[in-house]
């Protein structure tokens, strides 16, 4: 009957446009004030105390490290030398977005932030060069959602903090699924583009125009290997990474490529307020939510039924990723991921799935929920970059959100693809 109660609670407040947070504060609490002896005070002290972390401010400084890039003229760069390495190949444009994504990927951990700086450069370019508005606009979104994919990753910072796991290892994982994500989108990409006769980019590959390219983007390419290798090489934590990402940030657009200007800062830092400020808020009454899953032992109950359906872990996992692909459709990624995880991170753990990998493809199928309508964030930046319409965007990305299932799946059901670098880590 709770659990029932709570989720009916929830779904019905979601439905009639309560805020997430809010609906998960009010379902809360009248199902700890029905079915608990728990004092409703204790709500408000674990959003507080939930709240004071220290990795949590990850999670607003690679925010303001994403946008300070933005304004830097970081991305253009990186677009810049994109087009250098995969120009030449037919539909060459469209590699070059792709590839501009996940080298930006590496440096935001958005996927919306990624399709904005992106997409503001390559989908004009994919429109002068008779690509097509609504693929570039698609193809863009698409891209964009390996943002969260590619270390650092913003979810997978929330991940780490709602679960336990280390974020250092979550990063790690992310490596391989993110470059395999970017090459499924560019084959399929590649296949699209002979099909539509799309015109490369450049006449032929040059190794001199690669090195031209790679001295203009020096300081943009240098980011993530500061970021992570100043992780993985001990010199600080990811919370320290994203804090030196904003310091780099200002200094390489003040000083070096002299494009960020005192009204660029004041707009990044604008708009990591909102975001942050609205996660924060979410995240405190989610852990709230899931003090009261945890002490009530409704995660267990939950698993169990699962698990009544089949005893196997291949159809298990199945039943789990259509019920994510759905989920992406209608909420956020974020609000997802907290909701969730403590809900379905029990019965991994009853069918021996480790941690750090459950964290990856939870994430990964809850980023192409990025693309699918009729939430998909991507979709309305992309349409408000492109000026296309948004259900015209997703039509043109149905091929390519295949190819990302296709991912999600591998991922899934290979842990060697996420777990392989995370082991050697480990073992080393």
């Known amino acids: 009957m709770d659990i029932a109660l709570l989720f009916l609670l929830m779904g019905v407040l979601m439905l009639l446009s309560v805020p997430i947070g809010i609906a998960l504060g009010i379902a809360t609490a009248v199902c700890m004030w029905l079915f608990s002896p728990m004092p409703l005070v204790m709500i408000a002290q674990y959003c507080f105390t939930s709240l004071d972390s220290f990795p949590i401010l990850a999670i607003p400084y690679f925010t303001l490290a994403g946008n300070l890039m933005g304004g830097s003229g970081i991305s253009k760069r990186l677009v810049y030398f994109a087009e250098s390495l995969v120009g030449f190949i037919a539909g060459g444009l469209a590699m070059a977005t792709v590839t501009a994504c996940m080298f930006f990927?590496?440096?935001?951990?958005?996927?919306?932030?990624?399709?904005?700086?992106?997409?503001?450069?390559?989908?004009?370019?994919?429109?002068?060069?008779?690509?097509?508005?609504?693929?570039?606009?698609?193809?863009?979104?698409?891209?964009?959602?390996?943002?969260?994919?590619?270390?650092?990753?913003?979810?997978?910072?929330?991940?780490?903090?709602?679960?336990?796991?280390?974020?250092?290892?979550?990063?790690?994982?992310?490596?391989?699924?993110?470059?395999?994500?970017?090459?499924?989108?560019?084959?399929?990409?590649?296949?699209?583009?002979?099909?539509?006769?799309?015109?490369?980019?450049?006449?032929?590959?040059?190794?001199?125009?690669?090195?031209?390219?790679?001295?203009?983007?020096?300081?943009?390419?240098?980011?993530?290997?500061?970021?992570?290798?100043?992780?993985?090489?001990?010199?600080?934590?990811p919370t320290e990474a994203a804090v030196a990402g904003v310091a780099y940030a200002l200094f390489v657009g003040f000083f070096i490529h002299k494009e960020l200007s005192f009204a660029k800062v004041m707009d990044a830092l604008r708009e990591t307020v909102i975001v942050s400020s609205a996660g924060s808020f979410i995240l405190g009454l989610s852990m709230s939510f899931a003090m009261y899953l945890t002490l009530e032992g409704i995660p267990m109950r939950i698993g169990q039924w699962i698990v009544s359906f089949s005893s196997s872990k291949a159809v298990v996992l199945f039943m789990i990723l259509v019920f994510l692909l759905i989920v992406g459709c209608f909420i956020d990624n974020l609000s997802s991921m907290i909701i969730l995880t403590p809900i379905f991170l029990p019965v991994m753990k009853q069918l021996g799935v480790d941690t750090i990998h459950f964290g990856l493809f939870l994430t990964v199928a809850l980023a192409i929920g990025f693309v699918t309508p009729p939430f998909g964030a991507n979709l309305f930046v992309a349409s408000t970059v492109s000026n296309e319409k948004v259900d015209v965007i997703a039509k043109n990305a149905a091929f390519l959100v295949v190819s990302m299932i296709v991912v999600l799946f591998l991922v899934t059901y290979i842990p060697w693809f996420s777990m392989v670098l995370v082991n050697i880590a480990r073992n080393s």
Do not use: D, H
Not at 123 to 138: D, L, N, R, T
């Open 105 to 237: 990927a590496a440096i935001s951990g958005s996927g919306p932030a990624t399709v904005s700086a992106i997409g503001s450069f390559m989908i004009p370019q994919m429109k002068e060069k008779k690509y097509g508005g609504p693929f570039a606009a698609a193809l863009t979104a698409c891209a964009g959602s390996i943002g969260v994919i590619i270390p650092p990753s913003i979810p997978f910072v929330l991940y780490g903090v709602i679960s336990g796991a280390s974020i250092s290892e979550m990063f790690l994982a992310g490596i391989i699924p993110g470059i395999m994500m970017g090459i499924a989108l560019m084959i399929t990409s590649y296949f699209i583009a002979k099909k539509r006769n799309y015109p490369v980019a450049a006449a032929n590959f040059s190794i001199a125009q690669v090195f031209k390219a790679f001295r203009y983007s020096f300081w943009a390419l240098l980011v993530p290997v500061i970021i992570m290798g100043g992780i993985y090489g001990g010199v600080f934590t």
